[in-house]
């Protein structure tokens, strides 16, 4: 985990500086959210980066709360705040394990983890994390990068990535692993609307019963 703080720390004004890869994807996944987002409900963006999905789940006018654990990448989320004037958002830096006691068990109306399972060495912990913390009847949406869909071996060409300090540690999986651990997790009526991503990327959102 501390290489991969250093890696996102390293690369933080970069990819604050860097425009959404797919944008139509990107406000499709919103608009779905959006639609879900209540003005009174508390809602948790893992893994938040520079903040840019938590501001604009802040539309909805509920109470957005965005973690990560690269300091640099936390600061420049607070500054975008301040500089819009946020003040439903706030930003927390940690990671998203046993430790962190900011939500108790089913105090979350929804979680939203973007571009993140994919970076998650235990992803099984994570989400049984996920589903403790949310409310039943609460919402997780998760927006997945899935290279097992791809014929390219990647793996390899990541690990060389990563020796040379160019990528974070990245799990190759597929769609059917992650719906798996997901219902192992005790998710129900997993959906995967059609967002027009790419096909390697798996957009879902599951319930917590």
Known sequence: MTTDIAFWNHIAEKYASRPVDDPAAFERKIALALAKIKPNDKVLDIGCGTGSLALRLAESGAQVHGLDYSAAMIDIAKAKAAAQRADTVTFHLGAFDERFTVF?????????????????ADRPAVLRQIFRVLKPGGTFFSSTVCLGESWVPYTPLLRVMRWLGKAPSVQTLTRATLRGE??????????????????????????RP
């Open 104 to 120: 108790g068990p089913a105090s979350l109306d929804v979680v939203y983890a973007g571009s993140l399972l994919h970076l998650v």
């Open 182 to 207: 997901l219902a192992q997790a005790g998710f129900v009526d997993l959906d995967e609307p059609d967002v027009g991503a790419a096909a390697t990327l798996a957009f879902v959102v599951a319930t």
